[in-house]
């Protein structure tokens, strides 16, 4: 039995299911083959897990191998501070050495992407300006992934800055192979190992299929079942063809001018906050 010696505590819609792939690439890195276990968000209250949440420990030390020198896994609700809260101190109490990779993402494409997913998921029937007319509740689900720096906060108070590594998607995007290279060396494993696997890009937007209620209780149980242990890029891989072949797609959506300034006006503050926390630009961001 092992716990993770390392996590991707989020942002939701920024590259984290990518991360996780990559990574698992590494010889030296062994990935949760449950990519979203949740174990250290806690119970679901009144705000229930999708896809069901690992809650016995027995269960959660089975998705690592003791073996690997490096275990992670990416729960982003790790990153979803008021609506799941006491995370960090749940995880320095199991596992205090830690580290934390966190990915962001300019936060008004983020909050529209989460939307998108929301709409995908069949649990978001209002319009994309409905929606937002809550944007401004500490526990709207759309905003609340997307004020970085209030989340990083909370894990600064437990843990020490050099173990958490902050990285903009775009970077990961853009400039994956050296952005993979400092994870690497964050992680304190070989820098230099290299795949072909890296060049792939996961969960595209325009790939996103409407979900109904019958597939979504069939993909619950898939997934919170015994299949649960079968690789994560195999389920995925799978479950992409079926969408793709039985699924409409989610029709794109347009933010408008003036809930864009609202936006950007919500998330100014902490924007500048996260770079004077982590002396990064963000400088495509446009909030």
Known sequence: MALPTFFIIGAAKAGTTSLHFYLDEHPQVQMSVNKEPHYFAGTATDIPYPMGRVSRLADYERLFDASAPMRGEASPSYAAFPRRQGVPERIKEM???????????????????????????????????????????PYCYLTCQSFYARQLRHYLEHFPPERV????????????????????????????????????????????????????????????????????????????SFERRFLSPVPPVE?????????????????????????????????
């Not at 962001?104 to 998921?121: E, F, K, L, N, W």
């Not at 069949?122 to 809550?134: D, I, M, Q, V, W």
């Not at 299929?209 to 597939?215: L, Q």
């Open 255 to 287: 933010l408008g001018a003036i809930d864009r300034e609202r936006l950007a006006d919500l998330y100014a503050g902490d924007v500048a906050d996260l770079r004077e926390l982590t002396g990064q630009r963000f400088p495509d961001w446009q909030a």
């Open 165 to 240: 590594l902050v990285i903009d998607q775009s970077e990961l995007l853009g400039d994956r192979r050296a952005t993979l290279k400092r994870v690497f060396s964050f992680l304190g494993v070989d820098e230099g190992f290299d795949s072909p696997s890296f060049d792939a890009e996961l969960l595209k937007s325009e790939e996103r299929r409407i979900a109904n209620p019958a597939y979504t209780q069939v993909l619950k149980r898939v997934t919170s079942g015994r299949t649960a242990f079968v690789p994560e890029r195999l389920r995925k891989s799978v479950r992409r």
């Open 95 to 137: 596992v205090p050495g830690g580290r934390f990779i966190y990915l962001v993402r300019d936060p008004i494409a983020r909050t529209v992407s989460h939307y998108q997913h929301a709409v995908a998921a069949g649990n978001e029937k209002r319009s994309l300006s409905e929606a937002l007319a809550e944007a401004g509740d």
